[in-house]
């Protein structure tokens, strides 16, 4: 049996780091087990979802790069939830209720004032057929409930261990709304028959969810409808760096922010994919790597913590390993390509790939320099070597020490200052001959070059 998994985004907003969190795991298992992982768009409720947000979702894992192997919409498979909804009919799993919303309300005070769970009474169940006509009569609609059969379903859970969920404690989950819309529940489960899919990875706020859901598996299976329970793995939800609940600000930060803000993919992906693991929290060599080191064994039952500052660090990583080639066209983009020996002096520098322009604009001008000695300055000048080649730096600053009697740090940082305008940046060895000869001559004698 080859693994099938599924990220099922609806298309009501934008992906934020936890969705992207979910997507990365189900992809990074699929990948590692040579199975496929399944784009399904869960845009049932037609009214908030938009083709803006589900074109965002796609752009954003493309960017990503969790390609998926299939893709299905929702809102294109009524007719599957209809055929499912009419087989719970037939057994007695689904059956309609007209109770208002305030009705519902106030019977969940009274029985919270009992000291009772504020679980549905199923008083629908109660109405005689000629209740059911007077309702039906008055042109009110119902709202369809599964009827759960209240017992403790029990799973394996790939990332749990042994999970139980109690239904005696749970209401009826209603299936459909009283204006027909097929609600999350059913579709989902209607889907991952149809689909095929093998193992539902997800958020552990999907815990309860799951004993309502294999509850309806089964009575889909007998009903004629698929043969298997798929396996579940439910993680454990990303927290804040201080181990609280992640920040609203974090929470809903989206991956389109993120890409604003200049975070490469892989470093993205491998923070998303290694918090929460015993692996260490390191940038990933590709994306396919990140799958193939992936197992629900390395991820623990401590919530993942999430931190901002992991993140610099991992992209930092990630563009100090960045070999030219593939960091040419970007270069080209910002009109900063200026050669493999630039970018492999300065890549170390960068913590943003955007950093570069200033680094670009450091060797190619305008610098204003900083001259606090403009002795100093002149001196140096006077025994600049005529060529500015891979040498230039060692045979120069050696000059400039003999005829000055600076050493150290005040013989280094005053030229690097001059020539670059900045206390600190790149080996300045490297760089000299990038800048070249007629730049440093004008930047030593104080002008903007
Ligand atoms: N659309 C659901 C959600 O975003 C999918 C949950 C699931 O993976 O089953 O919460």
Not at 34 to 52: K, M, W, Y
Not at 90 to 96: D, F, I, N, S, T
Request: hydrophobic share 40%; net charge negative; proline share 5%.
């Amino acid at each position: 049996m080859s693994v099938k998994v599924r990220f099922a985004p609806s298309p009501t907003g934008k992906l934020h780091v936890g969705n992207v969190r979910t997507a990365l795991v189900n992809w990074m298992f699929a990948k590692g087990q040579g199975g496929s992982f399944v784009l399904r768009i869960d845009d049932t409720d037609l009214a908030r979802s938009t083709p803006e947000f589900e074109q965002g979702i796609e752009d954003d894992l493309t960017w990503l790069g969790l390609v998926w192997d299939e893709r299905y919409n929702q809102s294109k498979r009524f007719d599957r939830y209809h055929d499912a909804a009419e087989r719970l009919k037939a057994a007695g799993r689904l059956y309609p209720a007209w109770d208002t919303p305030e009705e519902l309300d106030r019977r969940r005070k009274v029985q919270l004032s009992r000291g009772l769970p504020p679980i549905y009474d199923r008083a629908a169940l109660a109405l005689s057929d000629e209740d059911k006509a007077a309702l039906e009569a008055e042109g009110r609609k119902p709202h369809w409930r599964f009827k759960l059969d209240g017992r403790r379903v029990a799973w394996e859970d790939l990332s749990r261990g042994h999970a139980e969920v109690d239904t005696t404690s749970m209401s009826d989950p209603v299936l459909i709304r009283e204006d027909g819309l097929y609600l999350y529940t059913l579709p989902s489960v209607v889907d991952d028959i149809d689909m095929g899919i093998t193992h539902v990875i997800r958020g552990e706020d999907h815990t309860t969810n799951t004993g309502a859901q294999i509850e309806i598996f089964e009575a889909l299976i007998a009903a004629g409808l698929g043969t298997t329970v798929p396996t579940f793995a439910h993680m454990p939800l990303l927290v804040g760096a201080d181990g609280a609940a992640l920040s609203k600000r974090l929470g809903s930060l989206s991956v389109a922010e993120m890409r604003d803000q200049g975070y490469e993919p892989i470093a993205i992906t491998s923070h998303l994919g290694r918090i929460g693991t015993s692996d260490p929290l390191e940038v990933a060599d590709s994306i396919e790597a990140l799958g193939q080191g992936f197992s629900f064994d390395k991820m623990g039952r401590s919530p993942a913590r999430y931190d901002n500052e992991d993140l610099d660090r991992l992209n930092a990583q990630a563009l100090h390993a960045m070999p030219y080639a593939a960091a040419k066209g970007r270069l080209e983009t910002l009109d900063c390509d200026l050669g493999e020996t630039f970018w492999d002096a300065v890549r170390a520098n960068l913590t943003k790939f955007g950093d570069v322009v200033d680094l670009a604009r450091m060797v190619r001008g305008p610098v204003t320099p900083v001259i606090e000695d403009p002795a100093f300055a002149a001196a140096a000048l006077a025994v600049l070597p005529e060529t500015i080649d891979a040498g230039a730096w060692s045979v120069w600053t050696s000059a400039v020490k003999d005829s000055t009697g600076a050493k150290g740090k005040a013989l280094f940082m005053p030229l690097r200052h001059i020539l670059t305008g900045q206390p600190h940046g790149p080996d300045m060895a490297t760089i000299v001959p990038l800048i070249g000869r007629e730049r440093i001559e004008k930047r030593l004698k104080g002008e903007v070059a």
